[in-house]
């Protein structure tokens, strides 16, 4: 069974950063694509960025490209968002997601593994 506990959200004033982790437990991390995606308040949820079991293909949605990035440690088990440049619009709980088929990239299927969410606040 594979858990995925996200940490490292809070407050930022805008134009500050963040480093979003998460902590994956199973054996089969290494495997399968992550990703992380947002829900704000009152909208749906929507993707972020993804990366491919080796971390060689990343992708992002428009709204956080070159502003946010997506990496990964198979050796520790854990993925990161750094997320810069932080604006009003993106507050939002972030989640984390493991792929439960593809290696390439994050779908975001009901069926994959998610954390429990980590909230991120921006001040103006």
């Known amino acids: 069974q594979v858990q995925l506990v996200e940490s490292g959200g809070g407050l930022v004033q805008a134009g500050g950063s963040l480093r979003l982790s998460c902590a994956a437990s199973?054996?089969?991390?290494?495997?399968?694509?992550m990703g992380w995606f947002r829900q704000a308040s009152g909208k749906e949820r929507e993707f972020v960025a993804s990366i491919s079991w080796s971390g060689d293909y990343t992708t992002y949605a428009d709204s956080g490209k070159g502003r946010f990035a997506i990496s990964r440690d198979n050796a520790k088990n854990t993925g990161y968002l750094q997320m810069n440049s932080l604006q009003p619009e993106d507050p939002a709980v972030y989640y984390c997601?493991?792929?439960?088929?593809?290696?390439?990239?994050?779908?975001?299927?009901?069926?994959?593994?998610w954390g429990q969410g980590t909230r991120v606040t921006v001040s103006s």
């Open positions: 199973g054996q089969s991390f290494s495997s399968y694509a």
């Open positions: 997601n493991q792929d439960s088929q593809s290696g390439v990239v994050a779908r975001g299927s009901k069926s994959d593994y």
